[in-house]
């Protein structure tokens, strides 16, 4: 008797989607009317009908290495217009959360980051690593400790070097796991795609030069404006505070990357060209920092805010992991602020507390990216990097692999509806 083609549903998966907010799936009958209400879906690929599909299934793997899934904004129209109420928009917030797990090295890691006791544990160990590493350099710099001598100045408490070597550490690890987990995500969905090497079966990769010009930079500006966010309709106003959020932390970025090079560099090489931080009220650079820190807090609010509103209409649902990176942003950006303002204030018994429970935020909101989710910093920029590529390849109007190697690939076609 012949065998049988089965299923084996990943269960892990299908428990890990239920947990994290997907538990309507199972009512979806695959009517299609999601796929059509999307603003964002496209005629080439139409989702998240099968998605739902799919994670019905229990095709943990397939979902996870489905770019689409990361073309999804969450805005809930799909949700809102569902006959079944299987609520797709939040099935698929769901899938995202197992997908970020999917893609995580270490996965202990992904598990601690993406409940609350873990996030709060993480805080308090970094805390603790922020303490030992200010008490060894009070010993170095005989300062006195935990609350130095005199007026407010949180290079005397902890100076960058040190602090340097620990973000750094953290630095190591992130980019490693971001780099590894996109590399992967990147091999599954061009597999996904039918985009692979026909004799050896490894997924396309396309010649760098020409793709960082043609296909990831339009992303990036696609991210930077948020042209496809605001296509949006139920959560539209989403976006203005998604942007202030994502500008305030380009602008911190830059902002401490100037701070870095100033204290750790130019003020040990030159002590005397008044390269000291803090810097004055009216510096540039501090005028930056405080714009981006008013931003983060105002994006996150508003964010806070329609998320509040749009679960209260039903819109949408809010998972744990929803509510822990608003949370950990805001905690971050209030932290920062109260720093700032009791050192101004010189009250250093607050200060220096105030002072290194932001650190331990910002180094837990730091580890996050690979793991929380935050990650889909990195795997929604590679999904559209992904889908523009993959479509030219498609129109025979890009290639992959060394021009000399095109003629041995071929493009499978995608069979996914
Ligand atoms: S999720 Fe709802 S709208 Fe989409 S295919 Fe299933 S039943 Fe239809
Ligand atoms: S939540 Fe919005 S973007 Fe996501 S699938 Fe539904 S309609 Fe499309």
Same mark, same amino acid.
């Given at each position: 008797?012949?065998?049988?083609?089965?299923?084996?549903?990943?269960?892990?998966?299908?428990?890990?989607?239920?947990?994290?907010?997907?538990?309507?799936?199972?009512?979806?009958?695959?009517?299609?009317?999601?796929?059509?209400?999307?603003?964002?879906?496209?005629?080439?690929?139409?989702?998240?009908?099968?998605?739902?599909?799919?994670?019905?299934?229990?095709?943990?793997? !397939?979902?996870?290495?489905?770019?689409?899934?990361?073309?999804?904004?969450?805005?809930?129209?799909?949700?809102?217009?569902?006959? /079944?109420?299987?609520?797709?928009?939040?099935?698929?917030?769901?899938? /995202?959360?197992?997908?970020?797990?999917?893609?995580?090295?270490?996965?202990?890691?992904? #598990?601690?980051? #993406?409940?609350? =006791?873990?996030?709060? =544990?993480?805080?308090?160990?970094?805390?603790?690593?922020?303490?030992?590493?200010?008490?060894?350099?009070?010993?170095?710099?005989?300062?006195?400790?935990?609350?130095?001598?005199?007026?407010?100045?949180?290079?005397?408490?902890?100076?960058?070097?040190?602090?340097?070597?620990?973000?750094?550490?953290?630095?190591?690890?992130?980019?490693?796991?971001?780099?590894?987990?996109?590399?992967?995500?990147?091999?599954?969905?061009? !597999?996904?795609?039918?985009?692979?090497?026909?004799?050896?079966?490894?997924?396309?990769?396309? %010649?760098?030069?020409?793709?960082?010009?043609?296909? @990831?930079? *339009? %992303?990036?500006?696609?991210?930077?404006?948020?042209?496809?966010?605001?296509?949006?309709?139920?959560?539209?106003?989403?976006?203005?505070?998604?942007?202030?959020?994502?500008?305030?932390?380009?602008?911190?970025?830059? @902002?401490?990357?100037?701070?870095?090079?100033?204290?750790?560099?130019?003020?040990?090489?030159?002590?005397?060209?008044?390269?000291?931080?803090?810097?004055?009220?009216?510096? *540039?650079?501090?005028?930056?920092?405080?714009?981006?820190?008013?931003?983060?807090?105002?994006?996150?609010?508003?964010? /806070?805010?329609?998320?509040?509103?749009?679960?209260?209409?039903?819109?949408?649902?809010?998972?744990?992991?929803?509510?822990?990176?608003?949370?950990?942003?805001?905690?971050?950006?209030?932290?920062?602020?109260?720093?700032?303002?009791?050192?101004?204030?010189?009250?250093?018994?607050?200060?220096?507390?105030?002072?290194?429970?932001?650190?331990?935020?910002?180094?837990?909101?730091?580890?996050?990216?690979?793991?929380?989710?935050?990650?889909?910093?990195?795997?929604?920029?590679?999904?559209?990097?992904?889908?523009?590529?993959?479509?030219?390849?498609?129109?025979?109007?890009? =290639?992959?692999?060394?021009?000399?190697? @095109?003629?041995?690939?071929?493009?499978?076609?995608?069979?996914?509806?």
């Amino acid at each position: 008797m012949a065998e049988r083609n089965q299923v084996q549903p990943d269960l892990a998966f299908v428990k890990g989607v239920m947990e994290a907010g997907g538990d309507t799936v199972n009512r979806c009958y695959q009517c299609a009317t999601c796929s059509i209400i999307c603003p964002l879906s496209t005629d080439e690929s139409p989702f998240p009908r099968k998605e739902m599909l799919w994670a019905q299934w229990g095709l943990g793997s !397939k979902v996870a290495g489905d770019a689409d899934v990361w073309l999804c904004h969450n805005c809930g129209d799909c949700t809102k217009y569902c006959p /079944r109420d299987a609520r797709p928009g939040d099935v698929l917030s769901a899938i /995202r959360i197992n997908a970020v797990k999917h893609y995580a090295e270490p996965k202990a890691l992904a #598990n601690i980051l #993406n409940t609350a =006791g873990g996030v709060i =544990g993480t805080v308090i160990a970094s805390m603790f690593a922020v303490m030992v590493v200010a008490f060894l350099w009070s010993l170095y710099t005989k300062e006195a400790f935990p609350i130095p001598e005199g007026t407010v100045v949180y290079h005397k408490f902890l100076t960058v070097i040190p602090i340097d070597a620990l973000y750094l550490s953290i630095f190591g690890l992130v980019a490693y796991a971001s780099i590894k987990g996109v590399l992967q995500f990147w091999s599954d969905i061009s !597999k996904g795609a039918g985009l692979r090497d026909s004799f050896t079966g490894k997924a396309a990769t396309p %010649a760098m030069g020409p793709f960082l010009v043609k296909y @990831v930079w *339009p %992303a990036v500006k696609e991210i930077l404006t948020h042209e496809r966010f605001k296509k949006c309709g139920e959560t539209a106003e989403r976006a203005t505070g998604h942007l202030w959020v994502l500008w305030s932390f380009i602008i911190l970025f830059v @902002v401490t990357i100037i701070v870095m090079i100033q204290a750790d560099v130019l003020a040990i090489l030159f002590p005397d060209a008044g390269f000291e931080t803090p810097l004055a009220q009216y510096h *540039p650079v501090k005028i930056a920092a405080n714009v981006g820190a008013v931003m983060l807090i105002a994006g996150i609010w508003m964010l /806070r805010n329609m998320r509040n509103k749009k679960t209260a209409e039903g819109t949408i649902t809010s998972s744990t992991q929803d509510w822990i990176l608003i949370w950990l942003i805001f905690a971050v950006g209030v932290s920062g602020v109260a720093a700032e303002i009791i050192r101004l204030a010189d009250v250093a018994i607050l200060a220096y507390p105030v002072y290194v429970l932001h650190l331990g935020c910002v180094a837990t909101l730091f580890l996050s990216i690979p793991y929380s989710k935050f990650a889909h910093l990195l795997y929604r920029t590679t999904a559209y990097v992904h889908e523009s590529w993959a479509r030219d390849v498609r129109a025979g109007k890009a =290639g992959f692999g060394l021009e000399k190697m @095109v003629t041995a690939w071929q493009y499978e076609g995608k069979d996914v509806h």
